[in-house]
């Protein structure tokens, strides 16, 4: 398993995200899943074979935290350092215990060369 770190967050976000999130966030990646967690407020996991693109995200997001809809999610610390995956079949996650589907998941990074190098999916 590797796991990889998201940005530190401005200062002021980081107390917001310690409250609303209660634990660290983080990316894991095993031979056969990816996991992501906001904390206790959001997570998925994400077969490595329904991950079909993996890419750079270029476009600087001014939200923090783990916004969604129509299986489109946000999940972030900071609004750069940005990859989005396609998913194909939809996995499942959740979101404050709801659960959701995940077509497309924007997620930021320390590193993203070095997790788009070991998650080896198309861009």
């Not at 935290?65 to 609004?79: D, E, K, P």
């Amino acid at each position: 398993m590797t796991t990889f770190a998201m940005p530190q967050p401005n200062p002021v976000i980081n107390v917001i995200l310690a409250v609303a999130a209660s634990r660290h966030p983080t990316v894991e990646l095993t031979a056969d899943t990816l996991t992501v967690r906001l904390g206790l407020s959001w997570q998925a996991e994400i077969p490595r074979s329904s991950i079909r693109t993996a890419a750079h995200d270029p476009v600087t997001r001014v939200s923090i935290g783990a916004h969604g809809w129509g299986g489109r999610w946000l999940v972030n610390t900071t609004g750069t350092n940005l990859v989005v995956l396609t998913i194909d079949p939809p996995a499942k996650g959740r979101c404050l215990g709801v659960p959701i589907t995940l077509k497309e998941l924007r997620i930021s990074l320390a590193d993203p060369d070095a997790f788009l190098a070991e998650l080896g999916v198309p861009a």
